[in-house]
């Protein structure tokens, strides 16, 4: 029996996070991707803590006009600067299972574009 779409998502996930972790020197920047939001957490996995986050549900996201991929590149530069005010240049990207195309693409170019190194 054929795979759903999630169930697809799932194990693509698994096998890249065998092998991708984050820790306090080098956070994982974790992109989650709904229909309507896209949310991004740098994670420190060693100790199991979210140490910044930043999502399209924002006010200051929010409140700008477009369509889902322009607040995707809204919601990369948000969480750059917040992980460079906090004191974080280089991270690990984690797609979380998605292809690295469309509305993940554009946060992790914003990202990039921010400051951030991976």
Known sequence: MALTKTERRIRIKSRVRKIV????????LSVFRSN???????????????????????????????NKSEKAALVGKLIAKKALAAGFQNVVFDR???LYHGRVKQLADAAREGGLKF
Do not use: F, H
């Open 36 to 66: 309507k939001q896209i949310y991004a957490q740098l994670i420190d996995d060693m100790n199991a803590t979210t140490l910044v986050a930043a999502s399209s549900t924002e006010k200051e996201v929010a409140a700008e006009s477009g």
């Open 96 to 98: 979380n299972g998605y």
């Open 21 to 28: 972790t984050g820790s306090a020197e080098r956070p994982r």
